[in-house]
C-alpha cells in the first residue's frame, strides 16, 4: 500500500511560481512511476508531468518550458517546479504513483493551485 500526501499549493499572482511536493510512504518509491495530474472546474482530470522510475520525463504541451516534475528516492518525494504561471493553471493538483506491471495506482488527496489574473 502507499500513501501520497501533497503539499505546496496557494494562491499566487500569474508570472509566479509553486513548488509542489508529494511525500510517498510505502516500499519501494525508487520502483514506482510519479506523476501530478490537475483537475479544474468544471474539468476533466488531464497528466501534467509523469518522472518514470528510471528518470526519464513527459509533459503536456500545455505546462512544457515552465513546469519542472523530479523525484528525490532517497527522500520518497517528487516534485512540480511550476513558473510562469498562469490563472489557466488554477486547478486542484494530484500525486498519482503507479506501476505498469503488476497495474497498480495510488492517489493523493490534491492540492489547490490558484494563480490569479
Known amino acids: 500500500q502507499v500513501q501520497l500526501v501533497e503539499s505546496g499549493g496557494g494562491l499566487v499572482q500569474a508570472g509566479g511560481s509553486l513548488r509542489l511536493s508529494c511525500a510517498a510512504s510505502?516500499?519501494?518509491?525508487?520502483?514506482?512511476?510519479m506523476a501530478w495530474h490537475r483537475q479544474a472546474p468544471g474539468k476533466q482530470r488531464e497528466l501534467v508531468a509523469t518522472?518514470?522510475?528510471?528518470?526519464?520525463?513527459h509533459y503536456a504541451d500545455s505546462v512544457k518550458g515552465r513546469f519542472t516534475i523530479s523525484r528525490d528516492n532517497a527522500k520518497n518525494t517528487v516534485y512540480l517546479q511550476m513558473n510562469s504561471l498562469k490563472p489557466e493553471d488554477t486547478a486542484v493538483y494530484y500525486c498519482?504513483?503507479?506501476?505498469?506491471?503488476?497495474?497498480?495506482?495510488?492517489w493523493g488527496q490534491g492540492t489547490q493551485v490558484t494563480v490569479s489574473s
Open positions: 498519482n504513483a503507479f506501476k505498469i506491471y503488476p497495474p497498480s495506482t495510488y
Open positions: 510505502g516500499r519501494a518509491f525508487s520502483d514506482k512511476n
Open positions: 518522472i518514470y522510475s528510471g528518470g526519464s520525463t
